[in-house]
DNA sequence: AACTCGTGGAG
DNA sequence: TCTCCAAGAGT
């Protein structure tokens, strides 16, 4: 079992028959350039800050949207933070979109606005981690860098019959995928091996029948692709209740603020609420609304789940709050036309559709 | 080294 | 309905 030339022999046969089925079934994607031809690194970059934890169909239109306002990363630098939440909105994990906005600025300070091309100098960025660093440096500048995602575990996993669970077999797999990655077309041979995971050996199906990787791959010898990687289980989610207020002026305007810049939603646009509890609400949460009189509480209720919790929020609406002498520090009118183009987060749309809804009747 | 951080689709 | 999970990073 220590036969290393084999070893190796293995691991350039099985990069050449994944090159080649490339060849064959090369997905056109809006971030890909065209076949022998090398991405632009800005693009390569903002498509894979989008693409962490998110899947492919619902990048694509925020993709399309980032390029057509900011065409290249120094145009992205010089933007408004706020400017870059909004158009973000709805895309989730905001955090990336401040890092975002703090790498674009740190390529253009720092590089002369020009991406670095080593995977060392990639890594050192805000929001650019050991895979997206690896992405970048492949798939931009075909240099030989292992990127290893979700697809490439699972895939490495199966192809390798790996028993042991993740996260424990991550450095086995980081070893076996850099023994793979060849010395030219690394960019294509990282991006075919997630392509292979995205639509041949899917996490339920392995679909070994149309596998290039068929006749070596040890897991499906042994009858375990499917059942693997193996992985710890999952704590279950609670659930948090909270109190979240429609605060409507007389000339309908809706009172907003923007969330702490760190946490959950960070410096997101919300509705004013009580904090969100586990277990039992707060005995009075109208103590907590920063103005209003004459409350009623919507009926139904808006359910949101986050990644680690479930969320159940009542929604009041007061009477309407006169259109002056109602300002308060943190907080701003905004027309409900306007709604729309505010940095809302997916749960406060929720809210916003509910209580205008209610206000149909 | 766990834990935190969104959302929508599939099964 | 409910679980899983998708081109992970920061702390």
Redesign the pocket.
């Known amino acids: 079992m220590n036969d290393a030339p084999a070893e190796a022999r293995q691991s350039r046969e099985m990069a050449a028959a994944l090159l080649s089925w490339y060849d064959r079934h090369r997905?056109a994607?809006p971030?890909?350039a065209a076949a022998g031809h090398r991405a632009d690194p800005y693009h390569v970059w903002l498509?894979?800050?989008m693409?962490?934890?998110?899947?492919?169909?619902?990048?694509g239109p925020y993709f399309q949207k980032f390029l057509a306002a900011w065409p290249t990363v120094a145009t992205l630098a010089g933007a408004p933070l706020d400017d870059i939440l909004k158009a973000w909105?709805?895309?989730?994990?905001?955090?990336?979109a401040r890092?975002l906005h703090k790498?674009a600025k740190a390529v253009v300070t720092d590089h002369h606005g020009v991406f670095p091309d080593t995977e060392e100098a990639l890594?050192k960025?805000?929001?650019?981690?050991?895979?997206?660093?690896?992405?970048i440096a492949a798939?931009a500048f075909d240099r030989p860098a292992a990127?290893i995602?979700?697809?490439?575990?699972?895939v490495v996993s199966r192809a390798f019959a790996l028993r042991e669970p993740l996260?424990e077999t991550k450095p086995q797999i980081r070893d076996l995928t850099r023994a793979m990655v060849p010395e030219t077309r690394a960019g294509d041979f990282a991006?075919a091996l997630?392509?292979l995971?995205?639509t041949v050996c899917?996490?339920?199906?392995a679909n070994c029948l149309i596998c290039p990787w068929s006749g070596s791959c040890l897991g499906q010898a042994q009858g375990i692709a499917e059942d693997l990687?193996r992985?710890r289980?999952?704590?279950?989610?609670p659930t948090r209740h909270g109190t979240v207020f429609w605060i409507a002026r007389s000339d309908g305007a809706v009172l907003v603020r923007a969330r702490p810049e760190?946490?959950?939603?960070?410096g997101?646009t919300e509705f004013p609420s009580t904090q969100w509890t586990e277990g039992a609400e707060p005995a009075n949460p109208l103590s907590q609304a920063p103005l209003g009189t004459g409350w009623r509480k919507l009926a139904g209720a808006v359910?949101?789940?986050?990644?680690?919790?479930?969320l159940e929020l009542d929604v009041w609406a007061s009477e309407p709050v006169p259109r002056d002498g109602c300002d308060l520090p943190g907080c701003r009118w905004v027309d409900p036309v306007d709604l729309p183009a505010e940095a809302?987060?997916?749960?406060?749309?929720?809210v916003s559709a509910h209580a205008q809804a209610a206000g149909d009747d």
């Not at 960025?125 to 690896?134: E, F, K, S, V």
């Open positions: 997905r994607l971030w890909r498509s894979e800050i693409l962490q934890q998110t899947t492919v169909v619902t990048v909105a709805g895309l989730g994990y905001y955090a990336r890092n790498c890594l960025l805000p929001g650019i981690g050991p895979y997206t660093a690896a992405a798939i990127a995602d979700g697809n490439v575990e699972r996260p991006q997630m392509d995971g995205a899917t996490p339920r199906r990687p992985k289980p999952k704590a279950p989610k760190k946490g959950l939603l960070g997101m359910r949101h789940t986050f990644t680690h919790f479930h809302l987060p997916t749960l406060m749309r929720k």
